[in-house]
């Protein structure tokens, strides 16, 4: 079983950067599929990205061509680097992880696939 502790999160005005970092322990990254969502007071929990095995990543329309996601196996730590923030991307972040079916992840980035969860960290973006 995989432990993930999230990191990274604060305060940002908007058009500001933020980057999330999540670190794993117990088990390899290179293991799983994992990725990073958000929930935002209110709303559903959101899929924001995701990374496979071979290291490509998936994004959210939301969140494309402003987040960048990515991964360090050697460090068994997954990264979202956040630029142009916008307010309504205020939201609790958090990472997670789902074991492979057949050595791939499993289509979209749907809360349900993923079993194993961060604690998340907030992130606040102001007008």
């Known amino acids: 079983q995989v432990q993930l502790v999230e990191s990274g999160g604060g305060s940002v005005q908007a058009g500001g950067s933020l980057r999330l970092s999540c670190a794993a322990s117990?088990?390899?990254?290179?293991?799983?599929?994992v990725g990073w969502f958000r929930q935002a007071p209110g709303k559903e929990r959101e899929g924001v990205a995701r990374?496979?095995?071979?290291?490509?990543?998936n994004y959210a329309d939301s969140v494309k061509g402003r987040f960048t996601a990515s991964k360090d196996n050697a460090k068994n730590t997954l990264y979202l680097q956040m630029n142009s923030l916008k307010p309504e991307d205020t939201a609790m972040y958090y990472c997670?992880?789902?074991?492979?079916?057949?050595?791939?992840?499993?289509?979209?980035?749907?809360?349900?696939?993923?079993?194993?969860w961060g604690q998340g960290t907030q992130v606040t973006v102001s007008s």
């Open positions: 997670a992880a789902t074991r492979l079916a057949y050595g791939a992840c499993p289509v979209g980035i749907n809360v349900a696939d993923f079993p194993y």
């Open positions: 117990g088990n390899s990254i290179s293991r799983y599929c």
């Open positions: 990374i496979g095995p071979f290291g490509s990543p």
